[in-house]
């Protein structure tokens, strides 16, 4: 299982761009280890990759095949604390519902962004 975190704050969500070849904008998070549940892995992953304290809230409900051995999960979550700092990725941005098809997201990503559409701007 891979967890995928949307932080929101202010009714935007933290987009992060992975460097690299297969590179692309996505929800910051990783692999939930043996042990760990997909809260946990989100918080630490988090720490890990941007610096930021955060607290873990609902998944949005889908999960997304990523090649043949893994599912995405997405949670979301509120930042508690920090601002992102570039451990790992490229880049981040904090994205508003309008800008969120404007980015060239993961493929396995792409589902969710509906589903974050609707919350980032409750009707
Ligand atoms: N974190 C994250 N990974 C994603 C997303 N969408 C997506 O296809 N992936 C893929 C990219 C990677 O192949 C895989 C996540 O693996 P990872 O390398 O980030 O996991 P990790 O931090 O635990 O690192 P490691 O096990 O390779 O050391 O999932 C997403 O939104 N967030």
New binding site residues.
Partial sequence: M????AVIREGKVLA?L?AGV?G?W??????V?AGETDEQ?AAR?LA??LGLRIEVGSSLGLE?P??EQ?L?R?YAAQLVEGTPVLH?HADTRWVGAAELDGLD?????RP?LAVLRALLRPS
């Fill in positions: 891979v967890v995928g975190v992060a992975r297969d692309g996505e929800f910051p998070g990783g692999k280890e892995a992953e890990e990759e997304e990523i090649g893994y995405l997405v790992e997201w993961l493929a396995p990503d969710f």
